[in-house]
């Protein structure tokens, strides 16, 4: 079958089996390889992306469910060659070590932040919970979503 995908703001016409999982549809067909491979059974979260601004495993999900829907990727955060600034806060904590998780990382945090924007610690903890991180104690994570928040309430206030 033939779907169309909104990812990143740029429409993709794509062909896929009922079984092909949007993840394979991002890296294989489009090549965003940000969009990271892992487990392939929802257990680690690095493939996360955000559908329709909810994160979803798209190791998880079959390529249909996000057609005519929006797509974000790691790579849709940045606009005109400026980091967004969960980009910017995660680099000034030094959030990352090898950077397989931080794809997901990112965009669990942009759901948390589009959610509240005096999100609790706890509420971080829970929503990073689902992305396997082995290099680190998400404590950097936590800690620069945090601030990020505090400065979105700072510049809006």
């Not at 059974?41 to 998880?60: A, E, F, P, R």
């Amino acid at each position: 079958m033939r779907i169309v995908v909104n990812v990143n703001e740029e429409d993709y016409e794509v062909d896929v089996q009922p079984s092909t999982s949007l993840n394979e549809v991002l890296r294989e067909q489009i090549g965003i390889t940000s969009v990271k491979k892992g487990c392939d059974s929802g257990g680690c979260g690095v493939c996360t992306v955000l559908l329709d601004n909810k994160q979803i495993y798209s190791c998880m999900t079959p390529s249909w469910r996000a057609s005519n829907k929006k797509v974000l990727t790691v790579d849709g955060l940045s606009k005109a060659n400026e980091l967004h600034p969960l980009q910017q806060g995660f680099v000034k904590r030094s959030a990352s070590q090898c950077g397989f998780c931080v794809p997901a990382m990112l965009l669990v945090a942009k759901e948390i932040l589009d959610e509240s924007l005096d999100p609790t610690e706890h509420q971080i903890r829970d929503a990073l919970c689902g992305v396997l991180c082995r290099c680190t104690s998400y404590a950097s994570y936590i800690r620069a979503i945090m601030d990020v928040a505090a400065d979105r309430r700072e510049s809006e206030g």
